[in-house]
């Protein structure tokens, strides 16, 4: 098995004019793992991936198995928050799940058959191939997440970065898109998934990163998953009601 | 009616002026149509409105120098487009105030240059709002060469237009080059409003962008349809906007803006999936089946 998916990040930083929304992360993770990016409202977590892809200004650097992120591109599945896509965009189902394939076929070549067959499987996968013919505004949001979460099975990507796809979708399709996860990770992808709450973090994810501007604390979830180290990224909001379970009162 | 058809189609088979009026104004339609769409779904009509406006120096400029227009005015069209990027990505002004600020000193600029040539032969009016009897062949053959890029541009980057159109962010982590694209766009832009100069004007030029368009996106769910119904939207405001202009002999630009506009109120009216009769009707339905 080749070594895919290892991601090393050091010392990424991030400012806006003079103020820091990032400061020195460093962390690294080994393959077919699944992380969990944890933390407050304005912690950071969008600007974290989005610094990793080098999407955003930043210090430091971040490799995708000793490659920097421009020569893996292709191999980046990125799936953005629901709130920043247009749902009243003439494309429906079938097309944005094509658009995984994109940069797999050149400029100037056609989408072939086999492009439209893995588009099609990825339908199938997450149970949304009935509603290829829809326009994606026409679905309920947990149908749209897994649109896509379809696109980025299309893509055939060896790290994915899942931004807050469970917020606001129904148990169904939380259910399917964890399972495709978990799916993913025994083909030895490495996945990020900014989680928006503590809840049912220990069955979804096998490290957690929790963050605050600065890394909080990052390993397995039993390392992470303690109150002192939630005290320490949610300040006051957290609440520790006994030993092992925690409320975090977001404001 | 019949008659004045008749009449109509008498003049267009007769008059060169009139062939060649109509045929950069079905082109005009095309074009404008097309890019509209795009415009339209990044959310940069106001960006449309800066670019077409921008050009106004640069015709002047290059009529002053006795160039073809059409460099003038993509070269100020695209400085334009660059000055308001980078207005907006090193202040703290947002977008649209940096489009504010730069389209309108562009047209004053172009405004005060033409005004000083007082005497010659640039005329402001047409400038502004087109005179599409005027066009000759030359014109005719630019336009149909700007319609031939735009339209080949749109046919072999369709796939990178609609990811960077729809989802920026996706397309720019699977290594798409975001910004290029958009100042392609924007190029694009410039051209097509250069093209559209003489047939609608600066002044109405956005209308020709947006409105086609708008009306298409009001009839369907695909994006490629979307694009094929903006143009033929586009030919038809064309077409028969130089039709009422010769019948009742007024400004053809207008005319054509006026046609578009009517089928714009039609479709938001009467659409057959979204229109607000259908709307109200559904509406009026679940009302009286929940009563």
Known sequence: ?251 | MIEQLDSFIYQLMNYPYLQNAMLAAVLVGIICGLIGCFIIMRGMALMGDAISHAVLPGVVAAYMIGVSFFIGAVITGVITALLIGYISQNSRIKEDSAIGIMFTAMFALGVVMITSLSGTGVDLWHILFGNVLAVGSTDVSITMGIGIIVILMILVFYRPLLLTTFDPTMAKASGLPVKLIHYVLMLLLSLVTVASLQTVGIILVVAMLITPGATAYLLTDRFSVMLVLAAAFGVMSAVIGIYFSVLYDVASGASIVLVASAFFVIVFLFGPKRGLVIRWITGLRRQSSTA
């Open chain 1, 1 to 251: 098995m080749k070594d895919i998916g290892t991601v090393d990040v050091a010392n990424l930083s991030v400012y806006y004019h003079k103020f820091s929304a990032l400061q020195n992360i460093s962390f690294s993770t080994a393959e077919g793992t699944i992380i969990g990016v944890i933390g407050p409202n304005g912690a950071g977590k969008s600007t974290l991936m989005k610094a990793m892809l080098n999407l955003e200004k930043s210090q430091g650097t971040t490799t995708f198995n000793g490659r920097p992120v421009s020569e893996v591109r292709k191999q980046i599945a990125y799936v953005p928050q629901r709130s920043e896509i247009d749902w009243d965009f003439p494309v429906r189902v079938e097309d944005v799940v094509l658009m995984g394939r994109y940069m797999h076929v050149p400029w100037y070549k056609k989408m072939s058959k086999q492009d439209r067959q893995t588009a099609y499987e990825a339908l199938e996968k997450t149970g949304m191939e009935e509603f290829r013919n829809r326009q994606i505004g026409e679905l309920s949001g947990g149908q749209q997440q897994r649109v896509f979460i379809a696109r980025a099975l299309a893509q055939d990507a060896d790290y994915f970065f899942l931004d807050e796809p469970f917020v606001g979708i129904d148990m169904k399709s939380e259910q399917i898109i964890v399972s495709l996860l978990h799916d993913l990770r025994r083909q030895n992808k490495t996945i990020f998934v900014i989680h928006h709450d503590l809840s049912k973090v220990e069955s979804y994810f096998d490290r957690l990163l929790l963050l605050n501007q600065r890394l909080i604390a990052y390993g397995t979830v039993s390392e992470v998953y303690k109150p002192e180290n939630l005290k320490a990224a949610y300040g006051g909001s957290a609440a520790v009601l006994n030993d092992d379970s925690v409320v975090v009162v977001q404001s």
